[in-house]
């Protein structure tokens, strides 16, 4: 009779196992924040409400077929300052999106992107689910959302592997195309297309640019050949590294100003400062401090400080 009922009880188990779903591990491990910069709403609890909503699409979701175990889920920091309320529901904001890896063997984190993205439109309602289609435009927020997970996601995967990132990248070109193509007059944003240099349309362009190829395989000689392997071999790593930034100087000079390049430097100036300000000799540090200050002058100062350190 026991034996009857242990077996019953396996049974079940077993059937309701089979019945679930396959789990799928999320890749994003977001924190947003939402404030409001010379606007006033006056109900708190939208903008909290708003803040939890974002967080919990951009946690909940599986945006790709990849299993992440918990600790290599990205994070991604996202700061939304809203600057405008034009009608009920609709809203002008600047938003910034930071994204991060681990180093291995460090307890130490990197950032991979840090990005302004300074016209971050769209409607919002607590009554309505965030929701998104992979085939249709649903909303601008939705849209806006996925696009820079699947940049991060694509920038992630090119710092573990050449140039990882291009299926993420597709995905990310089809959300671009759904969203500029759409005609809702209200969710109309221009930054889906090439009139400014320096919105998200061209952060793609420049990730899908062949002409640009090097600042991405430069990505993977700087994280996985040079972080990655700091700490048991800081000479290899700084040597990947230089390896790397000549790469970026490579692409730079090939199309001056070009966001990317921008963008990268925005994100490591410091970071490159910190790494050769010690344990490299002096011809190198010149060398590097003469490459860095061609491509990037606007952070000259930090690369000129690394030759008054040994």
Known sequence: ???????????????FLLAAPASQAQEILSE?????ENVTISD???VQQMQKDIQAFLNTRSFTN???????????RMFIGITGIPQNGQYIATARIVTTRPVYGTGFETNLLSFTDRNFRFNYSPQNPIDFSENTFVGNLSSLLTFYTYIAI????DSFSRLGGSPYYDQARIVLQNASSQTVTNESDEAWKDGNTRNRYWLLNNLQDPQLEALRTGSYAYYRQGLDIFIEKPEDARASIFTALQSVQVAATRRPG?????????????EIAN?????????QKQNLANLLTEVDPTNSSKYQAMLKQQ
Do not use: C, W
Request: glycine residues 4%; positive net charge; proline residues 2%.
């Open 275 to 283: 790494i050769f300000r010690s344990g490299t000799d002096m011809q």
């Open 258 to 270: 070009t966001l990317l390049a921008r963008a990268f430097f925005d994100t490591k100036a410091e």
């Open 44 to 46: 708190q609890q939208l």
């Open 32 to 36: 947003v924040r939402v404030t409001t």
């Open 1 to 15: 009779m026991k034996r009857n009922s242990l077996l019953s009880s396996v049974l079940v188990v077993l059937a």
């Open 154 to 157: 694509g920038l992630d995967q």
């Open 66 to 76: 990849q299993e992440y175990r918990p600790e290599e889920r990205i994070k991604m």
